[in-house]
């Protein structure tokens, strides 16, 4: 049974630059968050997509958008790379939107130069 | 102020020792609380959840949760080398969906033998 999945693993971009993430959920679940994860602090949640829309907004910026395929898979986009978005991005899956226990997978590291 | 607060550490203690994380928080509005364990170069791995004041067992770890004091501390009993990692707090709030968690900054325990 295949969990979250995320690709690629190591990311290096130049600032101004746009990246995209992608992001496999387990097996059985349908719902998918974006999380990101500075060095040294926790993860910070970015967006959740459920039934291909995006469904609840953390605070982060419109640089930062996503989709969700009819499969349940997802993208995480950024846009005019900053700096500052060097970080582990996380996807997490869950099954629809309620209690349902988060699934993470390992993350994809972006380094912006 | 933060939401959640989690004391970073680090932490180091014996094999064999129990130990004791906690996390403060100041919104009454968050109702569910999690603990996750991330090991270096891997995605969040849930530990223990809880929706309700009161402990929590689950083989060698206890969670507890103290809604008055906003208060949520996990106890790991006869620690082990391989308990060595980052252990996060999380929390919900009530009235949306469990995608959207709060991590605290995370502790690093390091258990020697």
């Known amino acids: 049974d295949a969990g979250v999945t995320q690709s690629p693993t190591h990311l290096i971009k130049t600032r101004g630059q746009q990246v995209t993430l992608r992001c496999s959920p387990k097996?059985?679940?349908?719902?998918v968050s974006w999380y990101q994860q500075a060095l040294g602090q926790g993860p910070q949640f970015i967006f959740q997509?459920?039934?291909?829309?995006?469904?609840q907004r953390g605070n982060f910026p419109d640089r930062f958008s996503g989709h969700q395929f009819p499969n349940y898979s997802s993208e995480l986009n950024v846009n005019a790379l900053l700096l500052g978005d060097s970080a582990l991005y996380l996807c997490?899956?869950?099954f629809g939107t309620g209690v349902s226990p988060l699934h993470f997978g390992n993350g994809t590291r972006l380094t912006v130069t | 102020q933060k939401e959640v607060e989690q004391d970073p550490g680090p932490l180091s203690v014996p094999e064999g020792a129990i130990v004791s994380l906690n996390c403060t928080y100041s919104?009454?509005?968050?109702?569910?609380f999690m603990w996750y364990r991330q090991y270096s170069r891997k995605g969040p791995e849930l530990l223990m959840y809880?929706?309700?004041?009161g402990n929590k067992e689950d083989g060698r770890f206890t969670a507890q949760v103290d809604k008055s004091s906003k208060y949520i501390s996990l106890f790991i009993r006869d620690s082990q080398p391989s308990d060595s990692a980052t252990y996060l707090c999380?929390?919900?709030?009530?009235?949306?969906?469990?995608?959207?968690?709060?991590f605290g900054q995370g502790t690093i325990l390091t258990v020697h033998p």
């Open positions: 809880t929706y309700s004041s």
């Open positions: 997509y459920y039934e291909e829309e995006e469904r």
């Open positions: 919104n009454s509005a968050f109702q569910y």
């Open positions: 097996s059985g679940h349908d719902t």
């Open positions: 999380a929390m919900g709030r009530s009235g949306t969906s469990y995608g959207k968690l709060t």
């Open positions: 997490a899956s869950s």
